[in-house]
Nanobody
Framework: QVELVEFGGGLVEPGGSLIIACQVS????????MGWFHQAPGKEREFLAA????????YVTDSVKGRFTISRDINQNMVYLQMNNLNVEDTGVYYC????????????WGRGTQVTVSS
């Protein structure tokens, strides 16, 4: 079992930046890839980015590439999402996830952290 807890969400103005974090409480995290999803109100959950726990190799989807990036800190058991140049469409709940086989249906989810982009 991989336990995931997101934190760091909040209110940010358009054009601003925010870092959100995911604490990974299981020592088995090294066997998984970690990722972030975004779910806007009334829309389906959208995959954003992933990082391989062991190697640090990252992937960022085209829709947020150049604005968002993902990283992990092995020593602190943390996964981060750095978000820059935020716009109102970025508003929603951000979920941390873990998977061994792919991102269509992750194996584990956090409960999410709310990010609101508004002036």
């Amino acid at each position: 079992q991989v336990e995931l807890v997101e934190f760091g969400g909040g209110l940010v103005e358009p054009g601003g930046s925010l870092i959100i974090a995911c604490q990974v409480s299981s020592s088995t995290a090294s066997r998984y890839a970690m990722g972030w999803f975004h779910q806007a109100p009334g829309k389906e959950r959208e995959f954003l980015a992933a990082v391989a726990w062991g190697t640090g190799k990252i992937y960022v989807t085209d829709s947020v590439k150049g604005r968002f990036t993902i990283s992990r800190d092995i020593n602190q058991n943390m996964v981060y999402l750095q978000m820059n140049n935020l716009n109102v469409e970025d508003t929603g709940v951000y979920y941390c996830a873990a998977t061994r086989t792919g991102w269509i249906q992750p194996d584990f989810w956090g409960r999410g952290t709310q990010v609101t982009v508004s002036s």
